[in-house]
């Protein structure tokens, strides 16, 4: 499936790490960029909230442990317990920023269950609305995304 309009993409794809450099997330946390030009919402004790440069809907935001880990049950009860902490905040500035339908917060954990990062646990949170993704999907395997990351991290940033 393709993503329309995503001018940051290309950006990343030749400017930023990749899978051979090591993972994704631990380089976001040590390149010399700054949290706004990462598109870092937050920086918590354990864990940071960073949106996802491949949204598959406005405002789709992650909530990650620095530790790299690939799995929940790894991580101390601290870690875990911030990282929901911070889904419930993720969630409350998802609804009042876009006052969405419906709101996606999940893992995947591991290639097989769809995990685009393997090996570092992040949870996802995206609102969600009737019909957004399936006129697009039906008629052409192509969503749209109607605001710019800057944009999201501006109207975000303010509920962390
Ligand atoms: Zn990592």
Not at 35 to 61: C, M, Q, W
Not at 134 to 154: D, K, V, Y
Request: charged share 20%; hydrophobic share 40%.
């Amino acid at each position: 499936m393709d993503v329309l309009w995503s001018p940051w993409r290309y950006a990343y794809i030749t400017g930023g790490p990749t899978e051979k450099q090591g993972c994704v997330f631990c380089n976001i946390l040590n390149n010399s960029a700054s949290d706004e030009d990462n598109f870092i919402l937050k920086r918590a004790e354990f864990n940071f909230v960073i949106l996802n440069i491949y949204p598959y809907s406005t405002g789709h935001l992650m909530v990650i442990p620095y530790q790299h880990a690939g799995s929940l049950a790894a991580l101390p009860k601290s870690t875990s317990d911030e990282m929901m902490d911070l889904v419930k905040t993720s969630e409350k500035a998802l609804v009042e920023t876009y006052s969405p339908d419906g709101l996606n917060l999940g893992l995947n954990l591991g290639k097989a269950a769809g995990a685009g990062v393997d090996g570092h646990i992040h949870m996802h949170a995206l609102p969600r609305w009737v019909g957004d993704a399936n006129f697009m999907t039906a008629i052409g395997q192509t969503r749209t995304i109607p605001e710019t990351l800057p944009t999201s991290f501006e109207k975000l940033k303010v509920h962390f």
